[in-house]
């Protein structure tokens, strides 16, 4: 019943900026809170940020000051504005959905964002 679409990911230069975005399709389920995770080559998956329903944000001390999430509730969308871009942030994306009466998770199929010259 619901889906994740994600889209912007691609390669980009050291210091430059990329948006991500996540659009969540939905029947009858509603969306709670959203997020974005990475998983870097040999690496474990790890927390990028998050955001509520209501607009409250936490970001991970590892792109904070640098990444922006934020959302637009009527359309069940989540952004990702990242900016001074390292290496380091090379990784597959991955959007996060809280939905339903039961607070399920669901899952994009992750987009690659590539940090190179």
């Known amino acids: 019943q619901v889906q994740l679409v994600e889209s912007g990911g691609g390669l980009v230069q050291p210091g430059g900026p990329l948006r991500l975005s996540c659009e969540a399709s939905v029947t009858i389920d509603s969306i709670k809170d959203m997020g974005w995770y990475r998983r870097a080559p040999g690496k474990q998956r790890e927390l990028v940020a998050t955001?509520?329903?209501?607009?409250?944000?936490e970001d991970a001390d590892s792109v904070k000051g640098r990444f922006t999430i934020s959302r637009t509730n009527a359309k069940n969308t989540v952004y990702l504005q990242m900016s001074r871009l390292t290496p380091e942030d090379t990784a597959v994306y991955f959007c996060?959905?809280?939905?339903?009466?039961?607070?399920?998770?669901?899952w994009g199929e992750g987009t690659l964002v590539t940090v190179s010259s």
């Open positions: 996060n959905a809280e939905a339903g009466k039961y607070g399920l998770n669901y």
């Open positions: 955001i509520t329903s209501d607009g409250r944000t």
